[in-house]
């Protein structure tokens, strides 16, 4: 309706594709675990950035979408926060991983996993990093032990799935965070070798810019695909 458009407008959200759920104003108001809205509200995140005001109930429906907007918006809780509810209300199936999150680099996925920590407290919710630098086999055990979500950069990912044949058709939500960073620095077949042992799961990109290949490579992996902008993403 004109009003949904005229907050779109102001918020400097654009969307291509169809039935994109209405922005949120407030964390308040899509039925998050009343326990993710005090870690919220405890990280001082008093109202969802623009990307996440539209992002979030799109993630929360199933949708699967690119999303671009600049550096410093607030992508990371616009995954986390439907990853943290999606686990948390599925608290019985703490025994296989349901949702994974690759970005290019171990710094970014410390990062990622320290967001999701916050954001996850005192939740059935646990995660696994899957990097370099650390050994593989602690990271193995712990995934064998059960966790909900797993972070990994693809190159490490690739040489733990292969070495050890963990079942991942329990993995609904895939996410590619950074994903124009990922396949500028040469991770597109990883990528998509990783996408293809999924059982068909939500899929949610995010990048700071907008290009043709990106859109190319997101619409390899999702049919339809919503592509939603916010702000003015970085050149
Ligand atoms: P991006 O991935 O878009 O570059 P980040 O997810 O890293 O951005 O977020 C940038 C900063 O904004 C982080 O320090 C994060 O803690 C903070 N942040 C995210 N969402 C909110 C919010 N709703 N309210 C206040 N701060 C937020
Ligand atoms: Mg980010």
Redesign the pocket.
């Known amino acids: 309706n004109s009003q949904t458009e005229m907050l779109r407008r102001k918020l400097e959200i654009s969307i291509r594709g169809n039935n994109v759920q209405e922005p949120i104003l407030s964390f308040g108001s899509c039925n998050l675990p009343q326990k993710l809205l005090q870690n919220l509200e405890a990280a001082?995140?008093?109202?969802?950035?623009p990307?996440?005001m539209q992002t979030i109930p799109s993630a929360l429906a199933g949708q699967s979408m690119l999303v671009s907007?600049e550096?410093?918006?607030?992508?990371?809780?616009s995954f986390l926060v439907p990853i943290v509810s999606y686990c948390a209300k599925l608290k019985h199936n703490l025994q296989k991983p349901l949702a994974m999150v690759l970005t290019p680099t171990r710094e970014l996925c410390i990062q990622v996993e320290e967001q999701a920590k916050l954001l996850g407290k005192g939740l059935p919710f646990k995660t696994a990093l899957v990097v370099g630098g650390d050994a593989m086999a602690g990271q193995v055990y712990r995934i064998q032990q059960g966790v909900s979500m797993i972070v990994g950069t693809p190159g490490r990912l690739i040489d733990l799935l292969i070495k050890h044949d963990f079942e991942l058709d329990t993995i609904s939500i895939f996410v590619l965070d950074e994903v124009d960073c990922m396949i500028e620095r040469g991770f597109r077949e990883q990528v998509m070798q990783i996408f293809q042992a999924l059982s068909q799961p939500q899929v949610l990109m995010y990048s700071?810019t907008v290009s043709k290949e990106v859109e190319r490579v997101a619409s390899s992996m999702v049919k339809d695909l919503t592509v939603i902008s916010v702000g003015r993403p970085n050149k």
Not at 44 to 49: A, H, L, V, W
Not at 71 to 77: H, N, V
């Open positions: 001082g995140y008093e109202m969802p950035t990307v996440q907007a550096t410093g918006s607030g992508k990371t809780c700071a």
